[in-house]
């Protein structure tokens, strides 16, 4: 158990929806972040936030956002969904933002879009 | 633009026998370089890293890596595979300056009993 945690373990929508993912990170980490994994995209950091502010940004679509909250927990939002969004959802944090801390991966949120 | 390779898929080891796991990156400057394991339904689990310093890094669980830059490679090794470490093992490459992390496709592990 990496002490990160996600809610939904899995979520079935459908195209054109809306769907709010939640992380909440261990206890102390500053750091969240935020990736999609994918058969055919592999695994792809999409963003991170440090301390409530968007520190980097990866491969995220325009129709996806996230925000960290001051209780520091995190939340990635999907809309316009397609089919091509069903993945597993994955979320990490660490102490700081650097590239070199040691990133803790919560247990994921698959999603699958109908 | 950077990029990890990792050029096996799958690859298939009997238990005790021992393992090496490779990993190329395409990168400018002395990259951060990672190991990840992802066993079966579970998040990733770091192994190892390298940033800088002795270019043989050891990790957890027995797993260890040389960073060797005339290859741009970063392979990972164990001398004696257990049928535990059947899983998926993902190499990145984190891009200073940027805080991003680039990661390969993965090389699933089976270990024959």
């Known amino acids: 158990d990496s002490g990160v945690t996600q809610t939904p373990k899995h979520l079935i929508t459908a195209t054109g929806q809306r769907v709010t993912l939640r992380c909440s990170p261990r206890?102390?980490?500053?750091?969240v972040y935020w990736y999609q994994q994918s058969l055919d995209q592999g695994l792809q950091f999409l963003i991170q936030y440090y301390n409530g502010e968007e520190r980097a940004k990866g491969n995220i679509l325009e129709r996806f956002s996230a925000q960290q909250f001051p209780d520091l927990h995190s939340e990635l939002n999907l809309s316009s969904l397609e089919l091509g969004d069903s993945a597993l959802y994955f979320c990490?944090?660490?102490?700081?933002?650097?590239?070199?801390?040691?990133?803790?991966f919560g247990p994921g949120t698959r999603l699958l879009v109908l | 633009a950077q990029s990890v390779t990792q050029p096996d898929i799958h690859i298939t080891v009997s238990e005790g026998a021992s393992l090496e796991l490779r990993c190329n990156y395409s990168?400018?400057?002395?990259?951060?370089l990672f190991w990840y394991v992802q066993s079966p339904g579970q998040g990733l689990q770091l192994l190892l890293k390298y940033f800088s310093g002795d270019t043989l890094v050891q990790g957890i669980k027995g797993f260890e890596a040389e960073f060797k830059r005339s290859q741009s490679s970063f392979n990972l090794r164990k001398p004696s595979v257990h049928w535990s470490d059947a899983a998926e093992y993902f190499c990145?490459?984190?891009?200073?300056?940027?805080?991003?992390?680039?990661f390969g496709t993965g090389t699933r592990l089976k270990v024959l009993a």
């Open positions: 990168y400018g400057a002395t990259p951060y």
């Open positions: 990145a490459v984190g891009v200073s300056g940027t805080y991003k992390y680039i």
């Open positions: 990490a944090s660490s102490v700081g933002p650097g590239i070199q801390e040691t990133q803790y």
């Open positions: 206890s102390g980490d500053l750091s």
